[in-house]
């Protein structure tokens, strides 16, 4: 019986490494390959065609979900698999609309990370059962933003901190206290930013602080 291929994409050495040796131990998988950035994920995937991609979300350069859009409309037949840190839904549902076949944490146990990949490999979605509503929710076409997302040379560096906290789950209270400033000129920076860079929802907020490496995971 044929191996479930499968492509490691992160940014970790280390994680790459981890990743390839738990692989290595199943008798019907197998590692063929490993990219440290997201556009290296999409050649590689285009030249190895693997069954699955385990994908990080944030990656110098192009990021997880660029890179997972850009596969789902090249070689839609990969299955692509994110493992991330991130439990937060908007992460989720930005994942899924991206067109991501499933969601692991990287807390998870080695058994639900191989069950995850064999679950996708045979075309089927999964995602952890606290974020599985979120995810089963975000379904339609994988898709960028209507517009292109301007860059951040648009946001002051004020603004980009109050982006990056809004990404990061913050309340405008947690977020005022931590920047020592009020509740009012919190919401008065997030309207300002989400004109600027006609964004809506908090996931289009998520995806933009992914894409430009505001936060880390």
Do not use: W
């Not at 789902?72 to 937060?88: N, Q």
């Not at 679950?119 to 517009?147: H, M, N």
């Not at 906290?165 to 000129?185: F, P």
């Not at 309207?191 to 992914?210: C, E, G, M, N, Q």
């Amino acid at each position: 019986m044929p191996k479930i291929r499968v492509l490691i994409a992160d940014d970790h050495g280390v994680v790459r490494a981890g990743m390839r040796a738990l692989l290595a131990s199943q008798p019907d998988i197998e590692v063929v390959g490993e990219a440290a950035d997201g556009v290296a994920a999409v050649a590689r995937c285009t030249e190895l065609l693997p069954d699955v991609v385990l994908m990080d979300l944030t990656m110098p350069g192009r990021g997880g979900i660029t890179a997972t859009e850009d596969l789902c409309r090249s070689v839609p037949a990969i299955k692509i698999l994110v493992l991330t840190m991130h439990e937060d839904e908007a992460y989720v549902r930005v994942a899924r609309l991206a067109g991501a076949h499933g969601y692991v944490l990287k807390k998870s146990l080695a058994a639900e990370l191989i069950t995850a990949i064999r679950t996708v490999s045979q075309g089927q979605r999964i995602a952890p059962p606290q974020l599985a509503d979120a995810f089963r929710e975000s379904t339609g076409t994988p898709r960028r933003t209507q517009t292109a997302t301007p860059g951040l040379q648009l946001l002051s560096q004020r603004e980009r901190e109050v982006v990056t906290l809004i990404a990061l789950g913050h309340s405008n209270r947690e977020i005022a206290r931590k920047l020592h400033i009020s509740e009012k000129t919190v919401e008065t920076h997030r309207s300002h930013f989400l004109k600027k860079l006609a964004l809506r929802t908090r996931a289009d907020v998520v995806r933009f602080a992914i894409e430009h490496r505001l936060m880390t995971v």
